[in-house]
């Protein structure tokens, strides 16, 4: 589906093709928020800080939570490797409106700016979890000579522990080994596998697309301590995982725990794919204004190049070109003259930071082209622009104070990540030599990081639909987790057993695929065989029966020609025959003749 754009007064003729943008393109990223009708809500809800003497500085560019939208490497990397050592979590609260009943706030964290080479933090988000699926948070782990990021992930609410195993060999995957079997399937990626004998190749295989979902494969994660294996699970689209807020840049003086921040600036606008990137680095998606070439030199790239360059695997990208797979090159063609454009006019590229964005908004009010660069809005303005207010929940300052623990909750759980493989972990399996080849790690995920949503069945082969009308609200109860510990506590035994049966289902469920998948794999294998033997004996049939033809024919032409030749003989022979004893009769009458004439001449002549 296509929508029109205000046409743009290009000089350069090759631009022209900008008019008109694929909307489904810009859903590519369009994190939308969707207020509540009632304007009140938004009565007490603060301006973002605008001014760089405050002790926040909203940016409009930077790095987009991971729990939103993750990049998948090809192989297992270290991450951003920073010298200066992170500042502690700044003590965040959630915004007073959340986005739908379902959501579940995710606390932000540090991250590195190469431009100002100094951290930022990225603001947290109202998130709508996988379904099944729970967060686990990145964290910055101390390494020699300084200190390195380590990524979240998303896995199943039924694993309470992480494994950590050595790393992979290099990746074997080069994209489709054979044509899709249709055109609503997609490539799923091949991967190493863990098994006793240690790591097996398991090829990549087409599966169906499955409308407004993204599917994120299975992969092998980083940590200092091994590399921990990561099911594959189907996620939702874009415009319905939540809403995600600006990043900001702290004064050094309010960078400790006992300083409460609200993020209030919304990331959103039309065009906000038009200035989307990838930095494969710390697995981050980024956004705004990373034209100039020295961001190549920091390895970021345009999110679409990330996937087509063979850097690793772009859920996003795999999704949203599947679904304009009857016009993919156009769409590409024309995310790469939008790149072209802003690289070459730089004034219209996106304000680094919220304050310089208003007032370049203010300069450009009559210009429409203006409105392409500006991707931060606050609440109230978001509110004006959304078209699904009925979502949003007002939330009392008993559930943002319960919502931060929660958050908190699933912070902690860094710490005990931090110490993986040197305490609260124990041995999983050893190799030949009684040396460990894997260790597990036991962490108190009860209740934290997912929301308890039901519908579509989480594996690259799984059908279903999701069933919005059996979404419930999420909200943890210290004294319920307090019993669940409690239990989990008396039942160690239970516990151990329903851990080793996830992992033995988990393993037996990834055997099945690809048992499945080789059987049609040789199935069609075999198939293809028969139908080659077939037409083999077709042509060979075709082959013989048309040289019996042509031998019987061949006999049946000698046959007349000898035939023909016989009685042509025959007749001669006759003819010949007939002629001389017609010659021999005529001779011998008139031989007789003669003679009788002569008689009778002698005898008048006695």
């Known amino acids: 589906m296509w929508f029109p754009i205000p046409e743009w007064s290009l000089r350069a003729g090759s631009q022209k093709d900008l008019r008109v943008i694929p909307r489904a393109a810009v ?152 044509p899709a079997p249709a055109d609503d399937y997609f490539w799923v990626p091949g991967c190493w596998v863990y098994q006793n004998e240690g790591y097996r190749w398991r090829p990549g295989y087409w599966s169906r697309h499955r409308p407004d979902w993204v599917w994120v494969p299975d992969r092998f994660v980083w940590t200092p301590h091994g590399c921990i294996f990561v099911l594959g699970y ?33 990331i959103s606008g039309t065009s906000f794919y038009l200035h989307l990137w990838s930095r494969p680095a710390d697995r981050h998606y980024c956004f705004g204004d990373y034209y100039d070439d020295k961001h190549a030199g920091y390895r970021i790239f345009r999110w679409y190049d990330y996937h087509r360059g063979r850097h690793g695997y772009c859920p996003l990208y795999v999704h949203y070109m599947h679904r304009h797979r009857h016009d993919a090159h156009e769409h590409l063609h024309r995310m790469h003259a939008w790149n072209r454009y802003y690289k070459k006019n730089r004034h219209l590229r996106p304000r680094h930071t919220f304050s310089d964005q208003r007032e370049f908004a203010r300069r450009h009010a009559d210009d429409t082209h203006a409105r392409h660069s500006v991707l931060g809005r606050t609440l109230a303005e978001a509110a004006e622009r959304s078209k699904h207010r009925d979502r949003f929940v007002r939330l009392s300052e008993a559930g943002r104070n319960q919502l931060a623990r929660d958050a908190r909750r699933i912070q902690q759980i860094t710490s005990k990540r931090r110490r993986g493989g040197r305490k609260g972990v124990t041995p999983a399996a ?52 307090s019993s669940k510990r409690s239990k989990r506590g008396d039942d160690d035994g239970v516990r151990k057993r329903a851990k080793r049966r996830d992992y033995s289902g988990a393993r037996n469920l990834t055997k099945r695929r690809d048992d499945n998948e080789s059987s049609k794999r040789s199935k069609r294998g ?81």
């Open 27 to 178: 859903v590519t990223l369009l994190f939308l928020t969707c207020l509540t009708n009632s304007s009140s809500i938004f009565s007490q809800v603060p301006e973002p800080p605008s001014s760089k003497n405050d002790a926040f500085e909203v940016l409009t560019r930077g790095p987009i939570h991971e729990a939103f939208a993750e990049l998948v490497g090809r192989d297992p990397t270290p991450g951003i490797f920073v010298k200066i050592k992170p500042p502690e979590p700044i003590g965040e609260l959630p915004p007073e409106v959340k986005t739908a009943e379902d959501v579940i706030w995710f606390s932000g964290y540090w991250s590195w700016d190469e431009d100002r080479n100094d951290f930022v933090w990225i603001s947290g988000v109202w998130r709508v979890p996988p379904p099944g699926q729970r967060w686990v948070p990145g964290y910055w782990a101390e390494v020699e000579g300084g200190f390195q990021w380590t990524a979240g992930f998303w896995i199943s609410v039924h694993a309470d522990e992480l494994e950590y195993m050595e790393n992979p060999p290099e990746s074997l995957e080069n994209g489709p080994s054979s």
């Open 234 to 266: 189907w996620d939702h689209g874009v415009g319905d995982r939540g809403t995600v807020f600006a990043p900001v840049y702290v004064d050094s003086a309010s960078r400790h725990t006992d300083y409460h921040y609200t993020p209030s600036c919304v």
């Open 430 to 481: 050893t190799d030949g030599e009684g040396q460990s080849a894997s260790r597990r790690e036991t962490l108190n995920l009860s209740g934290v990081g997912h929301s308890p949503r039901h519908g579509l069945s989480n594996t690259s082969d799984g059908s279903g639909r999701n069933d919005k009308g059996s979404r419930q609200r999420f909200l943890s109860r210290d004294d319920n987790e």
């Open 526 to 606: 075999d198939d293809d065989g028969a139908r080659k033997r077939a037409k083999r004996r077709d042509y060979s049939g075709a082959r013989n029966l048309t040289k019996r033809r042509d031998d019987s024919g061949a006999r049946n032409r000698t046959k007349r020609r000898n035939d023909s030749g016989t009685r042509n003989r025959t007749k001669r022979r006759n003819d010949s025959g007939a002629r001389n004893r017609t010659k021999r009769r005529g001779d011998g009458g008139s031989r007789r003749r003669s003679k009788g004439r002569s008689r009778s001449s002698r005898g008048r002549d006695d």
